[in-house]
Structure formats: C-alpha cells, structure tokens
C-alpha cells in the first residue's frame, strides 16, 4: 500500500522523538534505529520520510565477497533499480563499520531514482563524492574499504534487522536530527494521527512554559490542565 501523499506531509512536521513517544505508549519500544545518524549536509536539519526499501548484507565469504559479484544479477547494482522513487533504501549492514556498503557512483545513482535517502547501520565510502551527490545519507560513519572487505550481499526485500530494529519492505521510517524511527505499515494512519495531536499537545505546553508555569500536572498534563488544553485548543 503506497503512503499517501498526505501522510508523508503530516509525518514530516513529526519529530522522530514524537513518533517514538507515541509508539511507545501502543508498546512498540524498539523502533529507533541504533547507529543511523545524520552523515550529510543534506541529511542534517532535515525530516524525511518513505516507505522503506530494505537490503541485507551478510558477514563476508571469500568466495562469493569479491569485485566480480558487483556484476551478479544478486547486487547491489540491481537493487537500486528496482527501487521505486520516494522510497527510503535501508541497509541491514550488521553493525559493520570499517567497509562503506555504498559509495559516490552508487549513491549518485540512488539519487537520481529519486530515492529520498539512504539509511544503515553501516558505513559509506567515497565520502566526498557522496556529499557532492546530494543524496541525505542516515549512517555509522565512513570507511574506505569496499563492502565486499567485510560484508557478502544477499537480497533485497525481504525483512531486515537495521540498527537491532525489525524492519519490513513498505514499513514507514523517518529520519531526522535524532535517527531514524520506523513505523509498521499498519499503524502509520493511527500513529501520525496521535502523533499530530501530540505535537500540538507539546505546543500548547512550550507556551504555558514560556509563561512561567511550573512543570508539574503541566508535564505530563493532568486532568485540570487537560481540560484547559481542550478548551484552549479550538479557539
């Protein structure tokens, strides 16, 4: 089911802390993803969200972890063609940062599908040339050597695990200053309708802050002060 373009525009006024909170409460703890953080100049101050299309990589095998498997029809090369445009490419890189999965060409690439950004655990090569792309990169850092040093790819959509978080093609990740959180597909329409509304919950607290109102049964509000947000809210 492709997210709609409504829901895209209402994630991305969401802040991944929010999203988090929000999850939390319907018991969903582990969604943020450990390692992805902003990499690029493009990714920092940024909110993005896609639906996600996922990669996996596994621990490097000699014989099958050389140069020539960047020609097999199972690489990289031909899943970024199969990639549609608005989705976001996350990489289950196992935590392996001394080998940068992609690097310039590839990331040119992604960027010119219209990928909206590039999320993993792992690293990326080429640094400058990837930043000269344009495309915004969430990851562990940057590293020389070629994946194949470290790391065998094996398939693209199918279930991951980036940053210890299961992830599933057509899942909803967004990335901001704070990482990347996914959203399982099915509950994206009820998630970033609670998330909306508690950020315009937070809102209403920052201004009750800034008035010098002191935090407690305003943080978290309690019942007197829910009321006041609820009367106050739709004037």
Do not use: H
Request: proline share 7%.
């Amino acid at each position: 089911m492709a997210l709609e373009a409504a829901t895209r525009a209402a994630l991305e006024t969401i802040t991944t802390a929010t999203l988090t909170t929000v999850l939390l409460k319907k018991g969903l703890r582990n969604v943020w993803m450990r390692g992805p953080q902003p990499f690029t100049p493009t990714a920092r101050g940024q909110r993005l969200v896609g639906e996600a299309f996922t990669l996996r990589f596994i621990p490097a095998r000699e014989d099958l972890a050389t140069p020539a498997s960047w020609s097999s029809p199972i690489s990289t090369r031909a899943a970024i063609e199969a990639m549609p445009a608005g989705c976001i490419a996350v990489a289950d890189a196992m935590g392996v940062t001394d080998a940068g999965i992609f690097g310039d060409i590839l990331c040119a690439r992604l960027a010119k599908r219209g990928v909206t950004a590039l999320v993993t655990d792992g690293a990326v090569r080429d640094v400058a040339g990837v930043v000269s792309t344009g495309l915004p990169v969430w990851c562990a850092g940057g590293a020389a050597p070629p994946s194949v040093a470290g790391l065998t790819f094996v398939s693209w959509q199918e279930p991951i695990g980036c940053g210890g978080v299961a992830v599933f093609p057509g899942d909803v990740v967004v990335v901001d200053d704070d990482g990347a959180v996914l959203i399982p597909q099915a509950l994206v329409a009820e998630v970033t309708a609670e998330s909306l509304e508690q950020e315009k919950l937070e809102t209403w607290i920052m201004a009750k802050i800034s008035a010098g109102e002191a935090l407690p049964g305003l943080y978290p509000p309690n019942a007197e002060n829910k009321a006041r947000y609820e009367a106050e809210k739709g004037r």
